[in-house]
């Protein structure tokens, strides 16, 4: 089992940069496929980018491909989540997820994942 806690979200000018970390608070996070998801207060979460335990083989939704890079270390128990040029869309509760890498399921459901952070809210201004 993994504890995640996320943090860097924050206010941010739209065209600007964030980056947001992800942590293991308890355990480690190196047998686990990791995602960000993003929620609005209206809307259902949504896949964001995915990276698997090798770190070689990202997967990004379409809305973010091109402005938003995932990474990951495991020795230092983190994820982060690069995002740039970022607009008024970006503006979202941004969550970490994690599950076992050999478990079946499809890469940007949320139903994948067992293990979720408390979120971390980024808002682009004007």
């Known amino acids: 089992q993994v504890q995640l806690v996320e943090s860097g979200g924050g206010l941010v000018q739209a065209g600007g940069s964030v980056r947001l970390s992800c942590i293991a608070s308890?355990?480690?996070?190196?047998?686990?496929?990791l995602a960000w998801f993003r929620q609005g207060p209206e809307n259902e979460r949504t896949f964001v980018a995915a990276?698997?335990?090798?770190?070689?083989?990202?997967v990004y939704a379409d809305s973010v491909k091109g402005r938003f890079t995932i990474s990951r270390d495991n020795a230092k128990n983190t994820m982060s989540l690069e995002m740039n040029s970022l607009t008024h869309e970006d503006k979202d509760v941004y969550y970490c997820?994690?599950?076992?890498?050999?478990?079946?399921?499809?890469?940007?459901?949320?139903?994948?994942?067992?293990?979720w952070g408390q979120g971390t809210q980024v808002t682009v201004s004007s």
């Open positions: 990276i698997n335990w090798a770190a070689d083989s990202p």
């Open positions: 308890e355990g480690t996070l190196e047998p686990y496929l």
């Open positions: 997820a994690a599950e076992l890498r050999w478990r079946v399921g499809v890469v940007s459901s949320e139903g994948r994942y067992r293990y």
